[in-house]
Nanobody, 120 residues
Framework: QVQLVESGGGSVQAGGALILSCAVSGYTYSAGYIGWFRQAEGKERERVACIRTGLGGTYYADSVKGRFTISQDNGKNLVYLQMRGLKPEDPAVYYC?????????????WGKGTLVTISS
């Protein structure tokens, strides 16, 4: 059973930065993906970024390209989402997930999420 635990959420000013962490334990797909997804209040959950476990290939949603960076530390079983230049549309609950391909439907295990807000 794969378990994922997100951390690092919080409140930041517009234009600021945060680093989210996802601690992964248990079995992971040797050629699968860890993804970050987000769900803002009143909106559907959307894909943000994915990384191919072990191989390092990445995907980014257009809305975060150039501002967010996904990376992994295989030795520590951690996946990070570095967020810079946070915009008013970025606040959401951010989830990490593990699965066979980079899409919500391809994810089999989900964390409980960490909240990112923007302070005025």
């Amino acid at each position: 059973q794969v378990q994922l635990v997100e951390s690092g959420g919080g409140s930041v000013q517009a234009g600021g930065a945060l680093i989210l962490s996802c601690a992964v334990s248990g079995y992971t797909y040797s050629a699968g993906y860890i993804g970050w997804f987000r769900q803002a209040e009143g909106k559907e959950r959307e894909r943000v970024a994915c990384i191919r476990t072990g191989l390092g290939g990445t995907y980014y949603a257009d809305s975060v390209k150039g501002r967010f960076t996904i990376s992994q530390d295989n030795g520590k079983n951690l996946v990070y989402l570095q967020m810079r230049g946070l915009k008013p549309e970025d606040p959401a609950v951010y989830y990490c997930a593990d699965g066979k391909y980079c899409a919500q439907s391809g994810m089999d295990y989900w964390g409980k999420g960490t909240l990112v807000t923007i302070s005025s």
